[in-house]
């Protein structure tokens, strides 16, 4: 089992920057991927960044590409998803998840494990 704590969202003008969290805990060597997905109200969730836990290689969505970047902490195991330049349409609830496969980072139902969600709110 693997347990993920989000942290971080909040509410920020366009342009600002929030850093997001991932606690993990448990069997995390048993995942190939760390990874953020969002969701926003009425849209399919997507696919935002995703590590490889092996390596610390790191892939991007195009819409954040240059934008946002993660990183990872091996001392206290958390995972962080820096977002710079932030625009209105980056609003949504943002999740962390463990798993994936092989060249298949960037799709969800591929993730074992999933946080809470944390929410992100980017005014204009």
């Known amino acids: 089992q693997v347990q993920l704590v989000e942290s971080g969202g909040g509410l920020v003008q366009a342009g600002g920057s929030l850093r997001l969290s991932c606690a993990a805990s448990?069997?995390?060597?048993?995942?190939?991927?760390m990874a953020w997905f969002r969701q926003a109200p009425g849209k399919e969730r997507e696919f935002v960044a995703a590590m490889r836990w092996s390596d610390d290689a790191t892939y991007y969505a195009d819409s954040v590409n240059g934008r946002f970047s993660m990183s990872r902490e091996y001392a206290k195991n958390t995972v962080y998803l820096q977002m710079n330049s932030l625009k209105p349409e980056d609003t949504a609830v943002y999740y962390c998840?463990?798993?994936?496969?092989?060249?298949?980072?960037?799709?969800?139902?591929?993730?074992?494990?999933w946080g809470q969600g944390t929410q992100v709110t980017v005014s204009s």
């Open positions: 448990g069997r995390t060597f048993s995942s190939r991927f």
């Open positions: 998840a463990a798993g994936g496969a092989v060249l298949r980072w960037s799709i969800g139902r591929l993730y074992d494990y």
